[in-house]
């Protein structure tokens, strides 16, 4: 490939019936979970289905955006060239306080020493691409005013 | 169940770089060489599994072996578990077997993944198997994804970066003897923690190779197996276990399936983790053993790092383990590599290993992870 090709794009998501309400909520700066009526699991990512209990009807909420690191990674060799631009860039898997992980970057003081247990809160980008898409991203909680 | 499965026929291509070979070739060279290993020709086949391919995938990848090969077996199927499907396939050609479906099983896998493939597309690949839309868009790589295990695991139970580093010094130790292995320059806890890192905590020398090559098992009912050319190695048991197939929704970070596979694989053979003599077990990353030794119970938690350093799984320690050199030095071509883990087991249990031979080896136990630590298979063969 010639140097001066541009890169690819991102995967950006592309929403689907089980996941819309998720991405349509991050284009409004909302972090949507999906709650079962029946056993009061929340989950993510979206399902069809309760994955706890198999029967209940399932409803959205807005959900604190409040969570810890559970885990993270400084990825210093990206994927593809789409993300060359930006490498080396923190990846944490962070337990939201109503229970499921969800899987991010951390972005300023919470990406310069990221630690298990540290308090971070959900932000979002602008809205890109054909599907509007606004991904979410975690700062410290210090810094989310 | 009367009807006992055994492996007769076990063996594997060239590995490394192997240019001219495609990923058919290698699936036919390495049947070739199983069944010669066998004692058995082609049409004696009655079952065939395959797995997958990057660099020639397809929907019905068992047909096409089985056209290219010139056979028609009256069962042949693709399985496709990632890292767990050659320890899968032997497990479900075994059940073929014990159910009198079949008589003769070959399990082959293999893929250029080397020499079909650049660097930058096999990365870009494995890493579709993210998550599309809630782990993809984040940048993630499959080393990334076993990184955020090993933190999790060093965070919980202690671990270091010099007992990650001790399962790729290990795994060098043991291909240094074999004059196959694609790397087999000693290598040092300093050399792993001195390469550059791929995803923190994970260094070059934490990941697994990207190969060329082929391998391929028969698997024959017992008493099909009397005129094979070689002693049989029985399949005294064998277990599985799905926790997930995204780290986003794994149930833990640090507890997985890998301990219910073996439990079962141990229980149906009725042996315990004491008992086994050498262990063949997946290493897709250095955090990918430590995990799956501890989760197992060949290891206290917090134990392997320590014991590794110590020597426990070289050649005279407590658990010879990638005796071949496994994924990290030996060669790791797609499901082939799962592969090399069983052909090297056979090995060592009819005591063809040469230099690298674990002595009076009778009882070896062989464990595969696809996905992020998501499917467990595990085996645990015996000498007749
Ligand atoms: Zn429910």
């Known amino acids: 490939m010639p140097a001066?090709?541009?890169?690819?794009?991102?995967?950006?998501?592309?929403?689907?019936?089980d996941t819309a309400p998720f991405w349509e909520g991050c284009a409004r700066g909302e972090l949507r979970l999906q709650r079962c009526t029946a056993c009061g699991a929340a989950q993510l990512p979206p399902?069809?289905?309760c994955a706890a209990c198999h029967t209940g009807s399932l409803t959205w909420e807005v959900v604190s955006g409040r969570g810890r690191i559970a885990s993270h990674t400084r990825v210093h060799?990206?994927?593809?060239?789409?993300?060359?631009?930006?490498?080396?860039?923190?990846?944490?898997?962070?337990?939201?306080?109503?229970?499921?992980r969800i899987m991010l970057h951390l972005r300023g003081a919470a990406a310069a020493a990221p630690r298990i247990g540290d308090a971070v809160r959900v932000r979002f980008d602008p809205p890109s691409g054909p599907h509007g898409i606004a991904l979410p991203y975690a700062v410290a909680t210090e810094d989310s005013a | 169940m009367s009807r006992r499965a055994v492996i007769t026929g076990a063996a594997d291509t060239a590995v490394g770089e192997l240019p001219g070979s495609s990923c058919m070739s290698l699936h036919a060279e390495a049947a070739s060489l199983a069944l010669a290993d066998a004692g058995l020709r082609p049409a004696d086949l009655d079952g065939v599994l395959c797995a997958y391919s990057f660099t020639e995938p397809h929907l019905m990848l068992a047909s096409v072996f089985c056209e290219y090969f010139g056979i028609r077996p009256a069962f042949a199927a693709a399985v496709q578990a990632g890292g767990a499907t050659g320890c899968l396939m032997v497990t479900?050609?075994?059940?073929?077997?014990?159910?009198?479906?079949?008589?003769?099983?070959?399990?082959?896998?293999?893929?250029?993944?080397?020499?079909?493939?650049?660097?930058?597309?096999?990365?870009?690949?494995?890493?579709?198997?993210?998550?599309?839309?809630?782990?993809?868009?984040?940048?993630?790589?499959?080393?990334?994804?076993?990184?955020?295990?090993a933190q999790a695991y060093m965070h919980e139970f202690g671990a270091t970066p010099e007992h990650l580093a001790a399962m790729a010094v290990a795994c060098r130790t043991h291909a240094a003897r074999n004059p196959k292995a694609q790397m087999r320059v000693p290598i040092t806890v300093q050399d792993v923690l001195s390469s550059r890192f791929i995803a923190e905590p994970l260094r070059l020398l934490d990941c697994c190779l990207i190969s060329d090559g082929g391998a391929a098992l028969?698997?024959?009912a017992a008493e099909a197996a009397r005129d094979a050319a070689k002693r049989p190695v029985a399949v005294l048991g064998t277990g599985q276990k799905t926790t997930h197939e995204h780290l986003v929704a794994a149930p833990s970070l640090t507890e997985f399936g890998c301990r219910d596979s073996a439990a079962q694989a141990f229980g149906r053979a009725g042996v315990s983790p004491a008992d086994i003599h050498v262990a063949e077990i997946y290493d897709s990353f250095t955090v990918t053993l430590l995990v799956e030794l501890e989760s197992i119970g060949f290891f206290e938690k917090g134990e392997a790092g320590p014991a590794a350093l110590a020597g426990a799984l070289d050649l005279g320690g407590r658990l010879p383990c990638n005796t071949h050199g496994g994924l990290m030095s030996y060669a790791h071509s797609g499901a082939a590599g799962g592969l090399f883990h069983v052909v090297e087991a056979v090995r060592q249990l009819r005591g063809e290993a040469g230099p690298r031979q674990v002595p009076g080896a009778e009882l070896g136990f062989v464990h595969g992870d696809g996905g992020i630590l998501s499917a467990h298979c595990s085996l645990v063969l015996g000498r007749l």
């Open chain 2, 92 to 149: 479900q050609a075994a059940a073929l077997v014990e159910a009198g479906l079949c008589r003769h099983v070959l399990v082959v896998a293999g893929d250029n993944r080397l020499s079909g493939l650049s660097r930058d597309r096999a990365v870009a690949a494995l890493a579709e198997v993210g998550h599309p839309q809630f782990e993809r868009p984040f940048g993630v790589t499959i080393p990334a994804l076993y990184a955020l295990v």
């Open chain 1, 47 to 49: 399902r069809a289905v």
């Open chain 2, 218 to 220: 028969v698997v024959s």
């Open chain 1, 77 to 100: 060799r990206p994927p593809s060239t789409a993300f060359k631009a930006e490498a080396p860039y923190v990846v944490a898997l962070v337990a939201l306080e109503e229970g499921p």
């Open chain 1, 4 to 17: 001066d090709s541009p890169a690819p794009a991102r995967p950006l998501p592309v929403p689907n019936a």
